[in-house]
């Protein structure tokens, strides 16, 4: 009885415990799939994101729809970028009306609704800069703008752009500063397949709790079937 | 400079790995609060106020990546072993 309440108690408390560390906490993200040194403060802790780089661009626009509830424009010149969010009408037709949006730098420098490559090399900062948008006709927020490249392979930006290797993050809202999915937590840890932890490490932190389950569920099974515990 | 740098110019000054670094840069953090707590906290009450701290800035340290999250992980094995510990003795007695 003592055996099965403590190992009960310590199921629950770890679980809840755990529960309870907010997701931050476990650092960067490690699904963010970039070759380039990269402050992940900056791409991270949006709750929506759309990637493109030149690729992604057609007759020099770039068109993704239902981000954030409204559909977006990216254009470009080969040496300056802008952005825009449709106008429809009724909210279904769109007669190529556009409320573009204006690219405020870190340092509050309002760049105006054309960010050219020029502005952008002079804002980054080790090959990566963060603007906040903001539309100039509604005046709503429209999320930041993330521009980074491996400044180490293209010094300058053109270059970068050219070889397809200048990243554009759009991204919108703040990611909920949700506690830990616990169940996926706690399986990678039991499976020994936590993120970013040595398995010898996790095997010290999973045997424990093996040991907990098997013993409450060996304690519970004996219990309820009295001809196997004798 | 930011906090987060701090262990890589401390493990360069003194010559020796990262984690090294980290480590010892973490334990004079932590100590550097929990020691002058311990002494103004001379009666027994003081260990249940030094845990909550030790968690609070252990959380902190792991926020600003000078130590990993699977001692976060660990410590709170660790509590949950104790918490268990004391249930047990509530429930059962003992």
């Known amino acids: 009885m003592r055996g099965f309440v403590f190992c009960l108690i310590y199921i629950i408390g770890f679980a809840t415990i755990l ?100 502005e952008i090399a002079t804002d980054a900062e080790e090959g990566a800069v963060r603007y906040s948008l903001s539309l100039i006709l509604s005046g709503d927020s429209a999320g930041s703008f993330v521009i980074y490249w491996n400044i180490t392979a293209y010094p300058a930006i053109a270059d ?71 | 400079m930011s906090l987060e740098d701090i262990p890589t110019y401390f493990s360069d000054f003194l010559d020796i790995s990262l984690e090294a670094g980290q480590a010892i840069l ?11 707590v311990m002494i103004l906290l001379k009666n027994r009450k003081g260990i249940v106020i030094e845990l909550f701290l030790f968690v609070l800035i252990e959380s902190a340290l792991v926020g600003i990546g000078w130590l990993p999250f699977w001692l976060l992980i660990a410590t709170v094995a660790i509590m949950a072993f104790g918490i268990a510990a004391l249930g047990t003795n509530a429930v059962v007695g003992g």
């Open chain 1, 19 to 118: 529960s309870s560390i907010p997701a931050g906490l476990q650092g960067t993200e490690s699904s963010i799939e970039t070759v380039i040194p990269l402050d992940p403060r900056l791409i991270t802790g949006f709750s929506e994101t759309e990637n493109y780089s030149k690729d992604a661009f057609t007759a020099g626009s770039y068109e993704y729809d239902d981000f954030g509830g409204f559909d977006w424009i990216c254009v470009t010149d080969d040496s300056s970028f802008g952005l825009a969010r449709k106008i429809k009408f009724l909210g279904i037709f769109w007669f190529g009306q556009l409320d573009s949006c204006t690219f405020v730098a870190p340092d509050g420098t309002d760049r105006g609704n054309t960010l050219t490559f020029t």
């Open chain 1, 160 to 230: 970068a752009w050219t070889a397809d290797e200048l990243y554009l993050l759009h991204g919108l809202g703040i990611a909920d500063l949700a506690t830990n999915n616990i169940g996926a937590l706690l399986i990678s840890l039991l499976l020994l397949h936590l993120p970013d932890v040595p398995v010898l490490v996790n095997l010290f932190l999973a045997v424990p709790i093996w040991a907990c389950i098997v013993y409450v569920l060996w304690y519970v099974i004996t219990s309820m079937i009295p001809f196997v515990g004798g």
């Open chain 2, 26 to 36: 973490s334990i004079i953090v932590i100590l550097s609060v929990l020691l002058p």
